[in-house]
């Protein structure tokens, strides 16, 4: 069985070992935002099994208007079955039984601090993904809202679809 820890960021060698990993991993189309990572970010949630085997990180940045970003740098390997869907939930879920873990104790650590909105993004052609997700995760009684119209700047470089919890303030920059 899994589980996930979320800390404050420290130095951790099993966060080294994820980065890694993720870098590497051959189904991962994002690789290169892995490598040499050196962005700040509050928090840090790893899924152990007891290993560690996946991870994403809370961030607040300016660009962000005061807004966490959870689930970001995301890395997760899915057990797939031949069909290539993944074992332990289906889109319709939402999210991943440990994903959701992960973003409640990301929200708990930014509330800590004074974060009230938090978001998650992804850099899709479409929105049909993060519709699908935010969709599951409000079956689940979350309360979370997806503009399907407009992508909102997350770097300096790239404008990506949202959904998010309390106010979109990325609306405002």
């Known amino acids: 069985m899994s589980y996930v820890e979320t800390f404050y960021k420290k130095p951790s060698k099993d966060l080294d070992y994820l980065f890694n990993k993720a870098s590497e991993y051959p189904s991962n189309r994002l690789k290169h935002n892995y490598i040499e990572f050196n962005q700040d970010y509050i928090a840090a949630s790893i899924i152990y099994g007891p290993d560690p085997i996946g991870f994403s990180l809370l961030q607040e940045k300016d660009i962000f208007n005061g807004m966490g970003r959870c689930l970001t740098r995301f890395f997760f390997p899915a057990p797939q079955t031949k069909s290539l869907m993944n074992e332990n ?85």
Do not use: H
């Open 89 to 173: 939930y289906k889109y319709s879920d939402g999210l991943r039984p440990e994903c959701y873990q992960m973003l409640d104790q990301q929200i708990e650590f930014g509330n800590k601090i004074g974060i009230d909105n938090f978001f998650m993004s992804r850099e899709d052609k479409r929105p049909l993904i993060l519709k699908n997700i935010c969709k599951g995760m409000n079956k689940k009684e979350y309360d979370w809202k997806i503009d399907t119209q407009k992508q909102y700047m997350v770097t300096k470089k790239s404008a990506q679809w949202i959904c998010f919890k309390g106010k979109n303030l990325l609306a405002c920059a």
